[in-house]
């Protein structure tokens, strides 16, 4: 049997498959950030498609946090319900099927993947250690609402230049208090999302976070660094580190790391072995560049958990299911052209290559 279509139990959840839905950005929310019928068809049509864990596209933990115009908000009550259709319909639409909620807070602008985002004047360095706390207890409170509407984990994104990951790295965290400065300081902020979020969800609920293996820029952050800050945040309380990289300019990024991955495809590769020395027996994912049953294979072999696709499930929502029919096809149509990415800030996400 092809490993890529064995079970995996992260604490109290057990996946079906290795393939988990990495979480991408819809840009299909209402302009207040609730959710649509559009979100609902999309995560229907992904857990049909037979998808083992489906995380959400980011969703806000506070207004001045959104990034994207159509994103979807978790900083009320007033959004479980919409927030419940998703966890409904994903539970419906695919047999036994895990599903998250990736939270998420922008900070500053011109980061990650916000080209033509919004711009809500946010400033790191200008933050009082009393509105960090405020920042931090915004996360907690998400997670508890995620909860509440029947997900079976709560993500984090603490990735691609987005809050979480400006603390973490010293290109953007020029603080010289105690959230800044050494790797431990720099640390602090990402730690205490982790205890706010497990003291509002408990320990059962499985706690899912991405990471960055290198930041990609001049004085930023490299894979040693993260190796520790894996290493603590698994510690922290979180039972699935998904791998990913870059805080800026990600759409040349990845054209460079896909030429340079080449037939390898997976472009964080090399990181696979030492972060899973690093966080042990907690589970390990990584994303960015995988596209056919063959490599998907040889990562698992690696020593890889979960495999994060991302872009390939937006132009074909069935391809585990194509993939577990292995005389069908065992590459996706996507190719990794990063059109998709060119206008998630302003418009619903869709395949440009292929779905025209």
């Not at 864990?53 to 319900?81: F, H, P, S």
């Not at 360095?125 to 960090?132: G, K, N, Q, R, V």
Request: proline share 3%; glycine share 10%; hydrophobic share 40%.
């Amino acid at each position: 049997m092809l490993k890529s279509f064995t079970p995996l139990s992260i604490k109290h959840m057990t996946v079906k498959n290795r393939i988990m839905r990495s979480a991408t950005m819809e840009n299909m929310a209402d302009e207040d950030g609730f959710v649509t019928d559009q979100i609902i068809k999309l995560y229907s049509d992904l857990a049909a498609g037979g998808t083992g864990l489906i995380i959400t596209g980011a969703c806000a933990v506070e207004k001045n946090g959104q990034v994207w115009n159509r994103q979807m908000a978790a900083w009320d009550d007033q959004y479980i319900n919409g927030l419940e259709r998703i966890a409904t319909a994903i539970h419906r639409s695919g047999k036994d099927c895990k599903c998250a909620v990736q939270l998420h807070h922008g900070g500053l602008a011109g980061f990650g993947y916000s080209y033509g985002g919004k711009n809500s004047g946010f400033s790191l360095s200008d933050l009082t250690t009393a509105e960090i706390k405020s920042i931090i207890k915004t996360f907690g409170d998400g997670a508890l609402r995620i909860k509440k509407a029947g997900f079976d984990a709560v993500a984090v994104h603490g990735a691609h230049g987005y809050l979480i990951s400006q603390f973490m790295s010293p290109v953007t965290n020029n603080r010289t208090d105690h959230w800044g400065g050494t790797l431990s300081n720099r640390l602090r902020f990402a730690i205490e999302v982790c205890y706010a979020i497990k003291e509002k969800i408990g320990a059962p609920m499985p706690l899912l976070w991405k990471i960055n293996c290198d930041d990609y820029i001049e004085g930023g952050q490299g894979i040693d660094e993260y190796l520790q800050a894996a290493f603590v945040i698994a510690e922290s309380g979180v039972d699935l580190i998904e791998v990913s990289g870059g805080v800026k300019d990600q759409i040349r990024l990845r054209a460079k790391l896909k030429q340079q991955a080449g037939p390898g495809e997976a472009y964080f590769r090399f990181a696979v072995k030492p972060f899973k020395q690093a966080i042990g027996a907690k589970a390990l994912a990584v994303t960015g560049g995988i596209r056919s049953l063959p490599i998907m294979e040889e990562l698992l072999n690696d020593g890889l958990d979960l495999l994060g696709i991302c872009r390939p499930l937006i132009c074909e929502p069935d391809l585990p299911d194509k993939f577990q029919a292995v005389s069908k096809q065992v590459t996706a149509r996507c190719i990794s052209c990063n059109k998709c990415l060119l206008g998630i800030a302003n418009e619903p996400v869709k395949c440009v290559e292929f779905c025209k």
